[in-house]
Structures are given as C-alpha cells and as structure tokens.
C-alpha cells in the first residue's frame, strides 16, 4: 500500500486540476471548503447586551449589596433587552433581577458591577478578518449560521470529482433483468451500487455506464468516452488474466499502466493507469476485492479532488470506511500470506470484560459477510502469524449492544436464525458460529463462548451429549433441551437414484455432501457407516464439507451432490425429499457463569416465545419436549 500511496502523490496528483466553485451558503452544507474563509465583519458588530436589565456605568453601583442597596436616578440608566445595543455612555449591564425600580422613579440596586459587566464588546465572537473556516473542512450546520454572521454569504467549495463506472463482463446482467431461478453462469451486477454507495457517503456523485461485454473493442470505446467527461474512471473486473479479461489491455494501449497488482487480501488484482490525464482504476470483480480497493486506492483519488492532499495510511481508512478504530483481541489465531496485507471481516463480542473480534468467512466473493460484519481491520504484511488475544484494530462500522450481545458456538440450525429478531426486540444480540456440536463444546472449554449446542451420538452407549459433556466439560454447565428434531437422508425429489440407506451411499453412482468434523450430523453419519460396515474412503463426497444443513441441502438440490445427511427442515426448505433415520435431542450447553449475563436471560425467555416456536413448527421436522 506504501508503493500505491508513492505512486499516486509522484504519478497521479500532480496531472490532477482541482476545481473550486463559488456556492451560496445557504446550499454548501457537507461540501469541502476549499480556501480559507474569513470574515467579513465583527460579531457582534456593536457592543450589545447579554442580559435583560440596565445599561448604567458600572461606577454608579459601586458598594451595592443586598443588604445595603444604592439608589439611581431612572434617568441615569437605560432598559434593555438581551441583544439591545449598549449606548457608548453606558459600560455595564445590570441583571433585571439585581434592581427594582421605585414609584418616586428611583432604580434601587442591590449589586456591584465591574467595568464591562454583561456587555458583549464588537468582535467578542469574531474578529473581522479573522479565519473562522479552514481549507479542507466540511461545512456543517453550526459553520454555516457562523459564516451568515460574519457576512459571508458564498463560500469557496471543492468541486467534487467526476467519476464514472464501467461494469464488464459477459456474465454479469442488471439484477432487475435477473430471472427467479437464473441460468448457471449468469450473476447479478452488484459492485456498482456497491460503489456508488460508497462515493455518496464521501460526497461524491457516481455515474453508472451500461455493462459493457467482453470485448477489448467496447472496453476501449467506454474508456475513451467516460474519459472526456470525467475525472475518475473506474472499470469493474476484467482485471485478471483470463482471455476476456481486457482491463490491462486496454490501458496499455490507451494510456500508461501505473501498477498491476496490490499485495494485499483480498484485493490483489487492482490495476491503476492514466489516459489522457485522467486516472482509470480497475477493480477486481469479486466484491470484498472491489470493497478494500476502493478504500485504498479510489479514497485517496476522490480525497485528493476534495482536499487537495492525503492524510496518513489510519486516517485515510478511518475516512473512507467512516468509522473509529477500535482495539480488540483476535478470538482465535489467525495466520496471513507472508509479505501480504489482509482484511478481515469480523464481528465483535465482550467475553468476561475483554471484547474480540470473530473473524467471518474470508472469501473474497463471500458477500454476505460484508454485509453481516460489523468491522473490517487491515492486517500490515509483517504480521502474517497472529496469535489468540492479538490486539487488532478494527474499524468498527455499526453499533454493538457489548453488554447483551452473546456468542454462540455450536452445532447448526436454521431454527437459531429465527430467534435473532424476537432477541433484538428485547435489546439482546447473539453471533452466531456454526462450528459443529463437538466444536462447540471444545470452545466453551476455552472460554470461547457464551453458550452451544450440540447432539452428538456416543455410538458405544448409544447415549446423546452426555459422554461428550462430561469429557469436555470445564467447570458447571447447565444444559438446556430445545426440541428433539428428525435427522435423515436429504435426495432430490423423486429420489431418482433411489437411495434408502446410507449402505447406498458407497454405490459408485452416488456422491454424497458431508458436514464438518465434530458436526453431530457427521458424528451421527459415521456411526450409521460404521454400522452398516461401510468405510468412509469407498463413499464419493465424503471430504466435501458444508458448515450449515442448508448448504448441504443446496448442493443436493443443485446436483452437485445425489445425498447428503440433514435434519428435514433443510429438505423442506429446498423442496427435497426426506428418508427419516433419527431423532435427537438438540440442546443448548451454557457455562453457569453466564446465567447471570443479560444476553443469556434474554435468550432463554425468548425460547418459551410462541411466535418463535409457531416458526420452529413451520420448518418442519422439529418436536418440542414434554
């Protein structure tokens, strides 16, 4: 980021013409001011009072008490109101409370005043002349009733860039012109929106060009065009090395190619080149990649236009993600590329007084973890081993509930998501983390969570949790029994292969999805193998790992696999059938010390909710205790 950073002050800014417009006050509200403003007169331009009361000369209340009062003649002073102007004979203003005037037209006064009492002299506010707006500052509400009063009616202001966005690619299509169930191959344009959002926030107008296909001809031709009437182009994918993939092409043809490539995750096939004076900047198509280059690269672009220069690395990610870092521990070890910056997208919890930052999935085209994080902190290229409790900055960009907000770590299930809005409601929060029932457990073990949930099957005693929490357990954990709920085989409609029994599964025809080590559905999926005297390396699919019952049911409703094994609320929500194998308990494992902690008490009233548990019912397969 330090070479980008060189290269745009040394290549880029120095062909760049900044434009200053002259704008009313009333309508530069958020604009960037871009000259020192100063003002044209005194505030006050008059000596004026800042009571109500009397304009006297101070001498005339010398030794005045309230137990030893003096006595005025009424023609010796003056009434005025807060913001009257003080006649030059007078230099003081008496308090209305501080006097009483008598019928014989005396003024009694029961204080003594000093030189200046109550009196607003020209210029306590501002000084004419003096600098009451800098260069590079936003015009706010307050700023602007300042600049009215001291005569300046227009104002300076930044002319913000003119930028343009190039979508590309022969797959991309416009998500109105998206059908319900779109053809494989095809993908709804998004990082458009998602950059134009960005530019608004930074007060930046953004127009968005047709999609152009995959063709160097077109690409050339919208370059060229967004070119004339703009100061920022930007071009969305094309940047990879594919053979439609003509973004470096086109620059090196039209223009000079600065660099190609950013060390950094995601991110890294950024390219930036000049045309005409005018700097393009490609973004890589997937949109994490797309998000973290328009912070570094576009920010400091569209900054430039704005302010006129460039504030240091934090600052500059402060701005653009418009948020304050904030300092957390890292919940788990992280490990990053050698030499090369990662982002991460995390969420935050408060754990026993300390807060950490739970890093989500870390795929550069996993949208909905952008969406879902609450922060983002950029990891330097010298930290590539991070250990547990590592002090990360994390620039957070939503607020956090930290003393009702829990962590969940446990087995997976789609009844949990259900519960998220009734525990808002309620001013609760919890994160949620599907990292299976055995994984769940091992976490409460190293105080990695608030609460679990697990339904792992001890194939020796045949016995449910019990054998698995007495192993693990780490001080007194209460367990909560939700529901019991049906596990089975998930096959397409029809079930077309007909497969009955996970001894079909070992059939040369069939690939199956399988869940992650530690998920009870595996735990259960290799008991019933092992029953059936079928070894896992004769089963095709075993090694593909899903982390949620819907991702496995997804893959078998796609066709990228014949089977898998799933509770059948996830075959019911894809429109599978469901061959019924088991039922279990699914409970909720919470560490004693946390029954106290608002989040928890809210989370366990919640589960006695009737709305929730009408939903539970809904997805079918779900059977409530007696």
């Known amino acids: 980021m330090a070479e980008a950073m060189e290269i745009l002050c040394g290549e880029v800014f120095p062909h760049l013409r900044r434009r200053v417009v002259k704008t009313l006050c009333r309508d530069a509200q958020g604009r960037v001011l871009a000259e020192d403003v100063l003002a044209r007169r005194n505030v006050p331009h008059y000596q004026a009072s800042a009571v109500d009361g009397y304009a006297l000369s101070a001498a005339r209340t010398k030794g005045a008490s309230a137990s030893s009062?003096?006595?005025i003649d009424a023609t010796s002073c003056l009434w005025v109101n807060t913001g009257n102007p003080v006649p030059e004979e007078f230099d003081s203003v008496l308090m209305v409370e501080d006097a009483s005037p008598l019928s014989d037209g005396t003024l009694r006064i029961y204080k003594s005043l000093p030189l200046g009492a109550n009196v607003r002299p020209v210029g306590e506010d501002v000084m004419r002349?003096?600098?009451i707006g800098k260069r590079g500052e936003r015009v706010t509400p307050m700023s602007a009733a300042l600049f009215l009063a001291a005569g300046v009616l227009d104002l300076p202001l930044s002319e913000p860039p003119v930028v343009t966005m190039i979508p590309t690619g022969d797959e991309i299509e416009t998500p109105e012109k998206m059908e319900d169930v779109p053809l494989p191959g095809r993908v709804a344009e998004t990082n458009s929106t998602m950059i134009a959002g960005f530019l608004r926030e930074w007060g930046v107008p953004c127009t968005i060009c047709p999609i152009v296909a995959d063709d160097r001809g077109r690409l050339e031709e919208a370059v060229l065009d967004g070119v004339k009437r703009s100061d920022i182009v930007l071009i969305g994918a094309g940047t990879a090395k594919g053979k439609r993939d003509h973004a470096e092409a086109v620059l090196a043809s039209l223009g000079t190619i600065l660099f190609k490539g950013l060390r950094m995750k995601p991110g890294r096939p950024a390219i930036l080149g000049m045309v005409q004076d005018t700097p393009v900047l490609c973004l890589p198509g997937f949109p994490m990649s797309s998000a973290v280059v328009a912070w570094s690269i576009l920010y400091p672009l569209v900054r430039w236009f704005l302010f006129g220069q460039v504030p240091a690395e934090g600052d500059l990610l402060r701005e653009a993600l418009r948020a304050v870092p904030e300092p957390m521990k890292l919940l788990m070890p992280h490990s990053s590329p050698q030499g090369i910056a990662e982002w991460l997208r995390?969420?935050?919890?408060?754990?026993?007084?300390?807060?950490?930052?739970?890093?989500?999935?870390?795929?550069?085209?996993?949208?909905?973890?952008?969406?879902?994080a609450d922060g983002f902190t950029l990891l330097p290229p010298e930290q590539f081993e991070l250990p547990?409790?590592?002090l990360v900055n994390v620039f957070l960009t939503k607020d956090i509930s930290w003393k009702t907000r829990i962590l969940f770590q446990g087995s997976n299930d789609p009844a949990l998501e259900h519960l998220l809005p009734l525990l808002r409601d309620r001013g609760g929060d919890m994160v949620i983390r599907s990292v299976g029932s055995l994984g769940g457990l091992t976490a409460l073990r190293r105080g990695e969570g608030h609460v679990g949930a697990c339904h792992l099957l001890d194939p020796e005693t045949g016995e449910y949790n019990t054998p698995f929490i007495r192993r693990l357990q780490e001080g007194a954990w209460k367990r909560v029994l939700i529901y019991w709920r049906m596990q089975g085989i998930l096959v397409p409609r029809s079930n077309p292969k007909g497969i009955f029994s996970v001894e079909d599964f070992s059939r040369e025809t069939v690939r199956i999805?399988?869940?992650?080590?530690?998920?009870?559905?595996?735990?259960?999926?290799?008991?019933?193998?092992?029953?059936?005297?079928?070894?896992?390396?004769?089963?095709?699919?075993?090694?593909?790992?899903?982390?949620?019952?819907?991702?496995?049911?997804?893959?078998?409703?796609?066709?990228?696999?014949?089977?898998?094994?799933?509770?059948?609320?996830?075959?019911?929500?894809?429109?599978?059938?469901?061959?019924p194998l088991a039922e279990e308990p699914y409970e909720l494992i919470i560490p004693e010390k946390y029954?106290?902690?608002?989040?928890?008490?809210?989370?366990?009233?919640?589960?006695?909710?009737?709305?929730?548990?009408?939903?539970?019912?809904?997805?079918?397969?779900?059977?409530?205790?007696?």
């Open 69 to 71: 009062p003096v006595e």
């Open 129 to 131: 002349g003096q600098i």
């Open 346 to 372: 995390v969420k935050g919890v408060e754990l026993d007084g300390a807060r950490y930052a739970v890093p989500l999935p870390s795929g550069s085209s996993v949208m909905w973890a952008m969406a879902e």
């Open 388 to 390: 547990k409790e590592a």
């Open 513 to 579: 999805a399988n869940r992650q080590p530690g998920a009870g559905t595996r735990v259960l999926l290799d008991a019933l193998l092992q029953e059936k005297g079928v070894s896992p390396e004769n089963v095709k699919g075993y090694g593909v790992v899903c982390t949620t019952h819907l991702d496995a049911a997804s893959r078998v409703a796609s066709g990228s696999a014949d089977a898998a094994l799933g509770i059948k609320a996830a075959a019911d929500a894809f429109g599978l059938d469901f061959l």
């Open 595 to 626: 029954l106290s902690h608002p989040g928890i008490e809210i989370l366990l009233v919640c589960l006695q909710n009737s709305e929730w548990k009408h939903r539970v019912e809904l997805l079918g397969g779900y059977r409530w205790p007696a």
